[in-house]
């Protein structure tokens, strides 16, 4: 009896392992069978394609629109901050180069100030320049009241540019070095020989064509040479001795050899420039 229900356990595993294997086969028939699928799958798999697409074509739409109207945000906001950071660079540059301009300006003063210890000197800004005497008058805004006086010599940068001729309360008018006025008073000056007596002469015109300055009624130029120093002498009480005036660059001779003119390239741009200072000897020049 209990072999009989030993093997009828048996038969049992035996037709179920039969018919997995037989389901296994069926199936991997199927999967492998490259015809179309049954007509009740196929219908179910049609149909949950269409509802899969109905379902998801909004749900992407609203994504897609969504995420487009987001990019317009921030390329908005991308494009209006750099046009901020575009004007912010554009007036930085333009401060930048003013304070650069500004402080070049001031460091020469600076420079300048600190070899005049022997005088007091009165820092200035230039007004106005009339383009029609420019080479011969300028306007700075400080007169009187500042302690300016007639005939006090001015610098800017390591040279000097010219001589106040006319004071008011708060301004002054500044005769240029490079006047072509016949009767301007013109500047005593000297050249610095190495180890000799130094050439003395007047400051007598400007050359517009070589941008320098002509100094005659000289005594001899027999040791003038390019490069050298030339400086007011403090000859007629005027001007203090020792200011920069320029740097030889030709000595021109005349018909018969002597030493008619030379000429001086200024220290100072004598075109450009909006600071100036004023040499003020302690004394009474008028």
Same mark, same amino acid.
């Given at each position: 009896?209990? *072999? %009989?229900?030993?093997?009828? *356990?048996?038969?049992i !595993? &035996? !037709?179920?392992l039969?018919?997995?294997?037989?389901?296994?086969?069926?199936?991997?028939?199927?999967?492998?069978? @490259?015809?179309? #699928? !049954? %007509?009740?799958?196929?219908?179910?798999?049609?149909?949950?394609?269409?509802?899969? @697409?109905?379902?998801?074509?909004?749900?992407?739409?609203?994504?897609?629109?969504?995420?487009?109207?987001?990019?317009?945000?921030? =390329?908005?906001?991308?494009?209006?901050?750099?046009?901020?950071?575009?004007?912010?660079?554009?007036?930085?540059?333009?401060?930048?180069?003013?304070? *650069?301009?500004?402080?070049?300006?001031?460091?020469?003063?600076?420079?300048?100030?600190? =070899?005049?210890?022997?005088?007091?000197?009165?820092?200035?800004?230039? &007004?106005?320049?009339?383009?029609?005497?420019?080479?011969?008058?300028l306007?700075?805004?400080?007169?009187?009241?500042?302690?300016?006086?007639?005939?006090? #010599?001015?610098?800017?940068?390591?040279?000097?540019?010219? @001589?106040? $001729?006319?004071?008011?309360?708060?301004?002054?008018? !500044?005769?240029?070095?490079?006047?072509?006025?016949?009767?301007?008073?013109?500047?005593?000056?000297?050249?610095?020989?190495?180890g000799?007596?130094?050439?003395?002469?007047?400051?007598?015109?400007?050359?517009?064509? =070589?941008?320098?300055?002509?100094?005659? +009624?000289?005594?001899?130029a027999?040791?003038?040479?390019?490069?050298?120093?030339?400086? =007011?002498?403090?000859?007629?009480?005027?001007?203090?001795?020792?200011?920069?005036?320029?740097?030889?660059?030709?000595?021109?001779?005349?018909?018969?050899?002597?030493?008619?003119?030379?000429?001086?390239?200024?220290?100072?741009?004598?075109?450009?420039?909006?600071? $100036?200072t004023?040499?003020? +000897?302690?004394?009474?020049?008028?």
């Open positions: 009896m209990n *072999k %009989f229900f030993s093997n009828k *356990k048996l038969i !595993v &035996m !037709v179920t039969i018919a997995v294997f037989g389901l296994l086969s069926v199936s991997i028939g199927l999967r492998d069978n @490259r015809k179309a #699928p !049954v %007509f009740v799958q196929r219908f179910g798999n049609d149909a949950l394609g269409i509802v899969g @697409r109905v379902i998801t074509a909004p749900v992407n739409g609203v994504r897609n629109v969504s995420a487009n109207i987001q990019d317009l945000f921030n =390329t908005y906001d991308e494009n209006k901050a750099l046009k901020a950071q575009i004007q912010d660079l554009a007036e930085t540059k333009v401060e930048n180069q003013t304070l *650069k301009n500004e402080n070049r300006a001031l460091k020469k003063q600076l420079k300048l100030n600190a =070899t005049l210890t022997d005088y007091t000197q009165i820092s200035a800004a230039v &007004m106005s320049r009339s383009p029609v005497n420019w080479q011969n008058y306007l700075i805004n400080r007169g009187s009241a500042a302690g300016l006086k007639k005939n006090m #010599p001015v610098m800017s940068g390591s040279g000097l540019i010219g @001589r106040i $001729v006319e004071v008011n309360q708060t301004n002054a008018k !500044v005769e240029l070095i490079s006047s072509d006025n016949s009767s301007s008073n013109r500047f005593a000056a000297e050249v610095s020989i190495d000799g007596t130094p050439v003395s002469g007047l400051i007598t015109g400007y050359d517009t064509e =070589t941008a320098t300055l002509k100094m005659g +009624r000289l005594v001899t027999d040791k003038v040479k390019k490069g050298q120093k030339v400086v =007011t002498s403090g000859l007629g009480g005027l001007t203090p001795a020792g200011l920069l005036i320029g740097t030889v660059v030709k000595v021109k001779d005349d018909d018969y050899g002597l030493a008619s003119t030379i000429y001086v390239k200024p220290a100072a741009n004598l075109n450009n420039f909006t600071v $100036v004023v040499i003020d +000897r302690g004394i009474d020049d008028d």
